[in-house]
């Protein structure tokens, strides 16, 4: 279990958001991490099959996109 | 970092879902992760502000709008 899932992360854990494209097919998980006292951002981490984490912003449409075509499958 | 979060995870966590609203409020954070080999259905996993992990039914109309609340707050 890692402390960010554990909500005692007390920072903001992107530093900037990956701006291209992600295809849903190469993503394996998403996490939503609300705002809060230990960070004024709404934080969308995507953890790719490689195991690569990816930061999103959560105001950009295609990632808003990707969320949903996730929740739809 | 947590084995599931890495993608290393060989099974489906979620042996059930809850079924009533959880207020966005009492939400930390929430992980979406992607049916594969390991798991056949998507699940969506919250961690509320207790630390409590819950699952979450992908499918239902109530989980999707918080998904939706925490991207637009």
Do not use: Y
Request: proline residues 4%; hydrophobic residues 35%; charged residues 20%.
């Amino acid at each position: 279990m890692s402390l960010a899932r554990m909500g005692n992360e007390l920072r903001c854990q992107c530093i900037s958001t990956h701006s291209k494209f992600i295809h849903p097919r190469t993503i394996q998980d998403v996490t939503l991490t609300q705002s809060g006292p230990h960070c004024q951002n709404v934080e969308v981490i995507a953890t790719l099959k490689d195991g690569t984490e990816v930061c999103l912003d959560p105001t950009a449409s295609w990632v808003k996109i990707i969320i949903k075509a996730i929740l739809d499958k």
